[in-house]
């Protein structure tokens, strides 16, 4: 599986951020990177990187200035946990096969590529159901507990 600390860091700054914006009142400050940075002991200059990539897909919207940082460019119910990965990293995949060709010598598809690939959609398909809101409010761990 190739979720990399990209795409973990990412979230869990995205989640962080999303959190403290829920605590702020409408038009106060935003936050800033060095604030998430601390909060989830992740390097100021990887954040950078990766808010700069998050920033170009629309996801966060920056502030400069007095006061400055970063605020979700929309809602946390309206931004979904794949949209987040697939900003800062290439996009999910369980195989080691390229686009064109396998994964064997002769360029031939492993047998089984099929399951790997299906496995990639199915977490793909479920990170796109979960919004960051579901995240920040602990649903997810109420719907473990359900499932139990």
């Known amino acids: 599986?190739?979720?990399?600390?990209?795409?973990?860091?990412?979230?869990?700054?995205?989640?962080?951020?999303?959190?403290?914006?829920?605590?702020?009142?409408?038009?106060?400050?935003?936050?800033?990177?060095?604030?998430?940075a601390a909060r989830q002991q992740i390097s100021l200059s990887y954040l950078e990187q990766l808010f700069a990539r998050?920033?170009?897909?629309?996801?966060?919207?920056?502030?400069?200035?007095p006061g400055g940082g970063y605020r979700l460019a929309r809602e946390a119910q309206n931004t979904n946990i794949a949209d987040i990965v697939m900003a800062v990293d290439e996009p999910l995949r369980a195989t080691?096969?390229?686009?064109?060709?396998g994964c064997m010598l002769k360029g031939e598809r492993c047998m089984t590529h099929d399951l790997w690939e299906e496995m990639g959609r199915q977490l793909e398909t479920y990170l796109a159901s979960v919004s960051l809101e579901d995240l920040v409010s602990g649903r997810l761990s109420d719907h473990e507990s359900r499932a139990a």
Request: aromatic fraction near 2%.
């Open 54 to 65: 998050l920033r170009r897909r629309g996801l966060v919207k920056s502030l400069r200035g």
């Open 96 to 101: 080691r096969c390229g686009k064109s060709k």
């Open 1 to 36: 599986m190739r979720l990399s600390t990209k795409g973990r860091y990412a979230v869990m700054a995205m989640a962080d951020l999303a959190r403290r914006q829920a605590a702020l009142a409408e038009g106060d400050r935003a936050v800033t990177l060095a604030e998430i």
